[in-house]
């Protein structure tokens, strides 16, 4: 399957179906008008940015649940309540995984959206953007007790709750104790931020179950802050909903062979 991308600029219905890749699906989140949701990033097969939301990923039915690469269809409507050009609503039991991008493709697919600059995406009106940076740091922050019990609370009532917003039961989930962090630097000048990126806690959890959790944010350290960068990576932001100017790290792409563009 070789795909052919451009960016479009029809006027934009109020419903439609689309088919589109997944490039990112940020950690699960707890909210008061959807329960436990995820927000996935996807592109299009005309290279087009599409913000997926709400997902209820962990709900879903086992042949749903996307992976990153897979190529999808589904029907969406415009939200109400969200103005961000690449924002879609899905309908969560259209969703249908039809396909795979092969790693041959992948480069070539992502190069077209690939920048170096989050002033001359959010100056051209676009929400998502998949960055070239050059990173200097990963790092950590451990979050307050408080926080973290908060976050669990939230976590347990929506597993109660369940019931309400989705038709399959939720198994209990636990957010991570810390905040995952890059210091980076792009033709911008530069930033920091934190990483959203589900894939990001599950390493974490993962690496848990067999090393102390000081030799995790170790490994962490320098496999997503030296060995990822060094054999290329990219970062997939996209702005916060109610503060424009803001990019949040929504998460990490390894792709070998990033040719384009030079960061400085």
Request: proline share 5%; glycine share 4%; aromatic share 10%.
């Amino acid at each position: 399957m070789v795909i052919t991308t451009k960016f479009t600029k029809k006027p934009l219905p109020s419903t439609g179906k689309s088919e589109a890749i997944v490039i990112i699906k940020a950690a699960p989140q707890v909210g008061q008008k959807h329960g436990e949701t995820v927000c996935c990033a996807a592109i299009d097969l005309y290279g087009n940015w599409l913000r997926l939301y709400p997902v209820a990923f962990r709900s879903l039915e086992v042949a749903k649940k996307f992976k990153r690469w897979d190529r999808i269809k589904f029907t969406w409507r415009r939200p109400r309540d969200d103005s961000r050009i690449e924002s879609r609503r899905v309908d969560n039991q259209s969703l249908r995984i039809v396909g795979q991008l092969r790693k041959s493709e992948r480069q070539k697919f992502l190069a077209p959206l690939i920048t170096t600059s989050l002033h001359k995406e959010r100056a051209a009106g676009r929400s998502l953007a998949l960055l070239k940076a050059e990173i200097q740091e990963f790092f950590w922050e451990k979050k307050e007790a408080s926080e973290l019990a908060l976050e669990k609370k939230k976590f347990r009532e929506a597993l109660s709750q369940a019931d309400m917003f989705h038709t399959r039961p939720l198994l209990p989930y636990e957010p991570a104790p810390y905040r995952f962090k890059y210091r980076y630097e792009t033709t911008d000048g530069l930033r920091e931020g934190t990483c959203q990126d589900w894939e990001t806690e599950v390493t974490f959890f993962n690496w848990r179950k067999h090393m102390s959790e000081t030799d995790v944010l170790k490994r962490m350290a320098r496999t997503f802050g030296i060995d990822y960068p060094a054999k290329g990576m990219l970062l997939a932001m996209g702005t916060h909903s109610l503060h424009p100017d803001t990019w949040l790290i929504n998460g990490v792409i390894r792709l070998d062979h990033i040719e384009q563009p030079s960061l400085f």
